[in-house]
């Protein structure tokens, strides 16, 4: 290609993708406002807290991997660039806004629209019951305690036996007790480079004498 073609395409799309990033944040920052209890933050996740998310993926070997609460799709891009044949990978979103941002730009994912606290009907359809990741954008903490218990109920049912649960948290190690009483193995790392600071819980083995979260 001729460089002086090449040059304005290149600017072209680097606009392109900063007006893509600046309605994402517009977008977030409008539900957040309206919908504070359900959105876990008022803006995307940065590169660096993706990075984190999907940290403990071994991308050599197979597993089904499941979003919930993808948003507008930063953890969703990168799943679906890293992605093989071997993987199996379903995002899951409520919100109509945002499905349809994840299904413009991802029309290739898996996507449900569905509560995420009432995933497990929707991916038994897909022939899923047994997860190896779960990704949680959700704001898990502060959801209602119906939900809650719905969403640990599958969690204890789904995840395989070294299965892992990854929630990402802007309310960095306050809730490191609340997964403590979930979890047997809980991790947490810090990841500075975000806005606000935020960071990533990786929990494993759910405690099986546990109906709810306290």
Known sequence: MNANVAEPEMAAST????????????????KFLAKGRTISSAVPS???????????IDWSKPATIVELGAGTG????EILE???PHHRFVAVENDGDFCEVLRRRFPEANLLQCDATRV???????GIHKVDYVLSGLPTPSLPKRAAVRLWQWLREALTPNGMFIQITVAPVLFKGFYHRLFD???YRMVWMNVPPGGVYYCSRPRPHLSRPA
């Open 46 to 56: 940065s590169p660096s807290l993706v990075a984190g998310v999907l940290r403990p």
């Open 74 to 77: 930063p953890v969703t891009q």
């Open 185 to 187: 193995s809980v991790n």
């Open 82 to 84: 890293n992605m093989r």
């Open 120 to 126: 497990r009907e929707p991916l038994a359809k897909l």
């Open 15 to 30: 606009l392109s993708e900063r007006r893509a990033k600046a309605a994402d944040f517009g977008l977030f920052f409008r």
